[in-house]
């Protein structure tokens, strides 16, 4: 069984940055590809970002291209999304979910929620005007 456990969410005003963290239990050496999504109150998952079980391929959703950023280190089993430029509008859950181990996906693919195997139980981030 894989967990993941989301982190560093909190309170910022409009403007400010958050780094989020994504922690993922399982023994290293075990890559998986990893996604971001959110979800506000009374609306359906958004996919946010995304990145390749070995970190060479990223996404990210129009709304957050240019403000937002995910990596990974693999010898921590972490990925982050740095959150720069923050905006009222990016107030939601974000949750980080992992792909099958090893796994390539189309670029579709890390769009769509059903990709995507474990999440964790998210972590809120709310930006303030």
């Known amino acids: 069984q894989v967990h993941l456990i989301e982190s560093g969410g909190g309170l910022v005003q409009a403007g400010g940055s958050l780094r989020l963290s994504c922690a993922i239990s399982?023994?290293?050496?075990?890559?998986?590809?990893i996604g971001w999504f959110r979800q506000g109150p009374g609306k359906d998952r958004q996919f946010v970002s995304a990145i390749s079980w070995r970190g060479g391929t990223t996404h990210y959703a129009d709304s957050v291209q240019g403000r937002f950023t995910i990596s990974r280190d693999n010898d921590k089993n972490t990925v982050y999304l740095q959150m720069n430029s923050l905006k009222p509008e990016d107030t939601a859950v974000y949750l980080c979910?992992?792909?099958?181990?090893?796994?390539?996906?189309?670029?579709?693919?890390?769009?769509?929620?059903?990709?995507?195997?474990?999440w964790g139980p998210g972590t809120q981030v709310t930006v303030s005007s």
């Open positions: 979910a992992a792909g099958d181990s090893r796994t390539y996906y189309t670029t579709d693919a890390y769009y769509r929620p059903r990709t995507y195997l474990y």
């Open positions: 399982e023994p290293i050496g075990t890559s998986r590809a």
